[in-house]
């Protein structure tokens, strides 16, 4: 038995298994918002302007969830389908959040308050993005 006693400010050991998340996308909140802004890797490899949505606290909580369910999933089709069934339940609400996938990167926007306007995340960016966005709801309140 090791008579020392552990010195408390040692850090603790960093697991194998954890990794730093890429983050892109910028991610702020204002005036009791949360505003996504194309990230420059994003732009450059989707060859798409910088673009910038606004989000309710309520939406972009519910996009950081529904993010977080097709992370599980590898396979494109599956992502897609469980998006289209979480837009559909999305088209009931006011407003709604918007979120489009394909197999580089994830679209994310809000209706019909967003004209439109989508913000590109790839998708080895999407973990951050989910974090981002929980942190600003968690801030901001829903």
């Known amino acids: 038995m090791d008579p020392t006693p552990a010195d408390p400010h040692a850090s603790a050991p960093v697991p194998e298994t954890s990794r730093v998340l890429q983050v892109d996308a910028a991610v702020g909140i204002a005036a009791k918002l949360v505003y996504v802004t194309t990230g420059p890797q994003a732009s450059r490899r989707m060859g798409e302007d910088v673009m910038q949505v606004a989000l309710t606290p309520v939406v972009a909580a519910r996009i950081a969830e529904i993010l977080k369910v097709v992370l599980q999933y590898a396979d494109l089709i599956q992502r897609q389908e469980i998006v289209a069934a979480w837009s559909a339940g999305e088209a009931t609400q006011f407003p709604q959040g918007r979120v489009e996938v394909d197999l580089l990167c994830v679209r ?33 309140g829903p």
Not at 126 to 134: C, I, K, S, T
């Open 108 to 140: 994310i926007g809000i209706e019909p308050l967003g004209a439109g306007a989508r913000v590109v995340v790839l998708w080895e960016h999407v973990p951050a993005l989910v974090l981002q966005l929980e942190s600003c709801v968690a801030v901001v």
